[in-house]
């Protein structure tokens, strides 16, 4: 079986590509990096450096070889010889390669192959293979849009390990670090065909419990730790969980935003409770020095209706559940500084130029209402 991986970045070589080749599959990389790409072909195998709280150790990925995503004409062969396609190249990312994907797939279509093809986006993001699939079929020529429903599956994923930045390794540049943990998450009711075997994905038929368990507790407890920490002047995620004030602020949000998923899904509250124990002992890895600005950036984004802070305090609202810690966390996220991060600026730009509750309402959706009132009010008190 053969995979064209895009994105041959940390993400895709320490996560989806290690997966992928560890089940027997030959992984093909699409990237715009000439430097990754060439290495790639030059060595046909890189090192992954896999971390826990104990321990390290290395394994490598092989064979594997890379093509530039810029190479339209590439990308197009390759097409007509996979079986799989993933991604892990960011939401902004998807939009751009949709086009060059609608191209190869009406290539795919012309010369007569009609063998199932599978996409998988694994990417940050709500359902991010069906928002892929509509940039997709907006290229395609409709002519061909019964071929795209009748042999490609678009499959959506929730997907999750931490992989921080690291400093290059010259000796070993292509080396990536990754924790130990990884999840991988896929909705089974989307593949067309036979579903491949991958040691490491799993397969569920309610694929939105699990993104949003993801979202409400990964996402939430790492940006809410990086806020606090920013605030209370540490440098490093791990530094932060350190800090008992601030570890006891995220298990309380997470509990927060656990109520609702409680809730909505129905997860037994002594099983979640223990995930979010986990996700706080994954935060504090000595091996993952993941500094708070990383975390933090792009506020605007992770205050928007649909993200890790408002999506879980609008669900508390919805059900009626205490929100205090996430209200302080949403305060928190609106006191974030950094001049390096654009969203950043912008934020504070609006801020001192509207307010601090006209900027609540602006960026968050939500509208007059106590809990506004109330994140003004731990925003104040956090000057």
Not at 53 to 69: F, H, R
Not at 94 to 100: D, M, Q, R, Y
Not at 169 to 179: F, G, S
Not at 327 to 342: G, S
């Given at each position: 079986?053969?995979?064209?991986?895009?994105?041959?970045?940390?993400?895709?070589?320490?996560?989806?590509?290690?997966?992928?080749?560890?089940?027997?599959?030959?992984?093909?990389?699409?990237?715009?990096?000439?430097?990754?790409?060439?290495?790639?072909?030059?060595?046909?195998?890189?090192?992954?450096k896999i971390v826990s709280e104990q321990q390290s150790n290395i394994e490598q990925v092989?064979?594997?070889?890379?093509?530039?995503?810029?190479?339209?004409?590439?990308?197009?062969?390759?097409?007509?010889?996979?079986?799989?396609?993933?991604?892990?190249?960011?939401?902004?990312?998807?939009?751009?390669?949709?086009?060059?994907?609608?191209?190869?797939?009406?290539?795919?279509?012309?010369?007569?192959?009609?063998?199932?093809?599978?996409?998988?986006?694994?990417?940050?993001?709500?359902?991010?293979?069906?928002?892929?699939?509509?940039?997709?079929?907006?290229?395609?020529?409709?002519?061909?849009?019964?071929?795209?429903?009748?042999?490609?599956?678009?499959?959506?994923?929730?997907?999750?390990?931490?992989?921080?930045?690291?400093?290059?390794?010259?000796?070993?540049?292509?080396?990536?670090?990754?924790?130990?943990?990884?999840?991988?998450?896929?909705?089974?009711?989307?593949?067309?065909?036979?579903?491949?075997?991958?040691?490491?994905?799993?397969?569920?038929?309610?694929?939105?419990?699990?993104?949003?368990?993801?979202?409400?507790?990964?996402?939430?407890?790492?940006?809410v730790t990086a806020y606090l920490g920013k605030l209370s002047g540490h440098h490093l995620?791990?530094?932060?969980?350190?800090?008992?004030?601030?570890?006891?602020?995220?298990?309380?949000?997470?509990?927060?935003?656990?109520?609702?998923?409680?809730?909505?899904?129905?997860?037994?509250?002594?099983?979640?409770?223990?995930?979010?124990?986990?996700?706080?002992?994954?935060?504090?890895?000595?091996?993952?020095?993941?500094?708070?600005?990383?975390?933090?950036?792009?506020?605007?984004?992770?205050?928007?209706?649909?993200?890790?802070?408002?999506?879980?305090?609008?669900?508390?609202?919805?059900?009626?559940?205490?929100?205090?810690?996430?209200?302080?966390?949403?305060?928190?996220?609106?006191?974030?500084?950094?001049?390096?991060?654009?969203?950043?600026?912008?934020?504070?730009t609006y801020i001192a130029d509207n307010g601090v509750r006209q900027a609540v309402q602006?960026?968050?959706?939500?509208?007059?209402?106590?809990?506004?009132?109330?994140?003004?009010?731990?925003?104040?008190?956090?000057?």
């Amino acid at each position: 079986m053969k995979a064209l991986h895009f994105g041959a970045g940390n993400i895709g070589r320490g996560f989806i590509g290690k997966l992928l080749s560890d089940s027997g599959i030959h992984v093909t990389f699409a990237d715009v990096n000439d430097t990754v790409i060439d290495l790639l072909n030059q060595q046909q195998a890189y090192d992954v450096k896999i971390v826990s709280e104990q321990q390290s150790n290395i394994e490598q990925v092989a064979p594997v070889d890379g093509i530039n995503s810029k190479n339209s004409a590439q990308i197009i062969e390759k097409f007509n010889q996979v079986d799989l396609v993933t991604t892990a190249v960011g939401p902004n990312v998807l939009t751009i390669i949709s086009a060059t994907l609608a191209k190869a797939l009406e290539m795919r279509f012309a010369a007569g192959n009609t063998k199932y093809l599978n996409i998988i986006a694994c990417e940050n993001m709500v359902r991010g293979t069906t928002f892929l699939k509509e940039k997709v079929r907006s290229h395609l020529n409709p002519d061909y849009h019964s071929a795209l429903e009748q042999y490609i599956g678009f499959v959506d994923s929730a997907v999750d390990r931490i992989v921080p930045p690291v400093a290059p390794n010259a000796e070993n540049p292509l080396l990536v670090t990754v924790e130990a943990f990884s999840e991988w998450i896929v909705d089974q009711t989307q593949f067309k065909g036979d579903i491949p075997k991958i040691n490491g994905m799993e397969l569920t038929d309610n694929l939105m419990a699990f993104v949003e368990r993801k979202l409400f507790t990964l996402n939430t407890g790492h940006a809410v730790t990086a806020y606090l920490g920013k605030l209370s002047g540490h440098h490093l995620i791990r530094e932060a969980i350190e800090d008992e004030a601030i570890k006891q602020q995220v298990r309380s949000v997470m509990q927060e935003s656990g109520a609702v998923l409680i809730k909505r899904y129905g997860f037994e509250q002594e099983k979640h409770f223990a995930y979010i124990e986990k996700i706080l002992k994954r935060f504090a890895n000595p091996y993952l020095p993941d500094d708070v600005d990383r975390v933090g950036r792009e506020p605007i984004r992770k205050l928007s209706p649909n993200d890790r802070l408002i999506k879980p305090l609008n669900g508390t609202i919805e059900y009626g559940l205490p929100h205090n810690t996430l209200v302080k966390a949403v305060a928190a996220a609106l006191h974030y500084r950094n001049e390096t991060d654009p969203q950043a600026v912008e934020l504070q730009t609006y801020i001192a130029d509207n307010g601090v509750r006209q900027a609540v309402q602006h960026y968050t959706g939500l509208g007059e209402s106590a809990v506004v009132a109330a994140i003004v009010a731990d925003y104040q008190q956090l000057n």
